[in-house]
């Protein structure tokens, strides 16, 4: 017995077509997927470049005093970074077992435990010295501040 050849094509087109098919909708999600992938890439690498660049630099010659410069290095498509503020942090010691008759945790949270710290309510300041803005700068500008060695605290 044998099958007309006319039959054994119209079974086999249609399952190609059918393989075809699904192949198609598995290489077009696949491409979906690919393309969301390269999107969020290039979405990070172009917030990367246009991350704004600083130079700092602590010096003078001052044993109580110093000057720490800040240099907005570019990149210079950004133009200005209207918000730039810097804030002094302290070591990385605990002090939350200071003694109980002495300083006040107030106190102890105010103080700026390490070397330098702005000096308060000079180029904007605040009163305990730790941090300074919002101010703007502009690329391939600076802007000094000063800074002042701490003291000891209680």
Not at 11 to 25: E, K, Q
Not at 62 to 86: A, C, F, K, Q
Request: charged share 30%.
């Amino acid at each position: 017995m044998s099958i007309p050849w006319t039959d054994i094509g119209a079974v086999s087109t249609a399952g190609l077509s059918a393989i075809a098919t699904w192949g198609a909708w598995m290489a077009a999600r696949k491409s979906a997927r690919t393309a969301d992938t390269v999107g969020r890439i290039e979405k990070a690498r172009r917030h990367e470049e246009r991350r704004p660049r600083f130079d700092l630099c602590l010096g003078g010659p001052y044993r109580e005093h110093s000057t720490l410069n800040v240099h907005l290095v570019g990149p210079d498509e950004l133009g200005e970074v209207e918000i730039v503020s810097i804030r002094v942090d302290d070591d990385d010691k605990d002090r939350s077992n200071l003694s109980p008759g002495g300083a006040t945790r107030e106190e102890i949270g105010n103080h700026v435990w390490g070397p330098f710290m702005f000096s308060p309510h000079v180029d904007g300041a605040d009163e305990h010295g730790r941090a300074v803005g919002p101010f703007r700068l502009k690329v391939g500008r600076g802007r000094p501040f000063q800074m002042d060695r701490t003291r000891p605290g209680h």
